[in-house]
């Protein structure tokens, strides 16, 4: 008897198991193509809040979703130049594949630059151009083959992906930090009730540095531990090994506002110790299409398990 009930268990867990696999077969994500993408966005130059730059790259990211089918919003504010004191025109975007869905997760990253390499050990280079190739432009290319591949699926998963203004309009330390993701989510928790609900959220911040590793990040399990933990299953599952399911970094990101004035869980995928950050040479040449494919896997995976 004891025998029979045992093997009944292990059956039912090999139907989980394959049910789980079967929910992690998404379409193959091309990280080349992605590679591609970052490319074209870094040939626009610095992408700074309230800047021509920026600006290309709107049009380019807003071209790009709405050929694939998506539904394209714009969600615009003003805030305050640190430096001028004069009103900066910001703009979140908010792609959405199914609208009409009153339930959905939230994948997002954020699309400025930022103005200066503050981080250049030499102080003279520091008010060079910065061009922000991982910290700025993966998210966005990482989101652009993503779009690919839910085109491609005939029954769209209820996602949004929101890709954040002024995260980095940043002059001084005492500069205020995430100002399109706190616009987004005061908006987001005064919506009116039949506003759609996000259930939980994932950040893309550096997705795309060569040798990347991604660690627990320790704001991420303090507020969202069980969707950090679904997203690093994911990768173990999928036997993506640069995932490392081990604390290590805590990081001011855009993943706070959501976490604690909207109330969305949302964890943050950061290769912190990327040695390029703030610095010249975060160009495409430090950034990987196969980081960018084993990142893009793990999302894509995640998001078809919904």
């Known amino acids: 008897m004891l025998f029979r009930l045992g093997m009944i268990g292990l059956c039912l867990l090999a139907v989980t198991e394959s049910a789980l696999a079967q929910k992690l077969v998404t379409p193959e994500f091309d990280g080349a193509r992605a590679f591609s993408y970052l490319e074209s966005i870094c040939a626009i130059g610095p992408r700074i809040s309230g800047t021509p730059g920026m600006q290309k790259q709107q049009e380019l990211i807003e ?11 714009s969600q615009d504010f003003d805030a305050v130049h640190p430096k001028t004191g004069e009103p900066v025109r910001m703009k979140n975007l908010i792609i959405s594949w199914q609208p009409q869905a009153p339930r959905r997760v939230l994948v997002c990253c954020h699309y400025d630059t930022r103005p200066r390499p503050d981080r250049e050990p030499v102080p003279a280079h520091q008010d060079l151009p910065f061009i922000g190739a991982n910290d700025g432009g993966s998210g966005v290319a990482l989101m652009m083959e993503l779009g690919n591949q839910l085109a491609k699926l005939p029954v769209k998963p209820a996602v949004d992906f929101v890709i954040f203004d002024g995260e980095e309009l940043v002059y001084e330390k005492t500069d205020k930090y995430f100002i399109g993701s706190e616009h987004f989510a005061r908006a987001y928790r005064d919506r009116s009730p039949e506003h759609p609900q996000y259930t939980k959220g994932v950040l893309l911040d550096m997705v795309a540095g060569k040798n990347a590793q991604f660690f627990y990040e320790l704001n ?7 969707v950090t933990r679904e ?9 993506i090994r640069e995932f490392k399911a081990v604390r290590k970094h805590e990081v001011l990101d855009d993943h706070l506002p959501l976490n604690q004035i909207a109330g969305i869980p949302t964890c943050d995928v950061i290769d912190f110790d990327y ?13 990987s299409p196969v980081t960018l494919t084993k990142v893009g896997r793990v999302i894509s ?6």
Do not use: M
């Open 220 to 226: 991420s399990l303090k507020y969202a531990p069980e």
């Open 63 to 73: 071209k790009h979703f709405t050929s694939l089918g998506a539904t394209v919003f």
């Open 231 to 239: 997203v690093w299953d994911t990768a173990r599952r999928l036997g």
């Open 275 to 287: 040695p390029h950050w703030h610095r010249r040479n975060d160009l495409p040449a430090a950034c």
């Open 301 to 306: 995976a995640w998001i078809a398990a919904q």
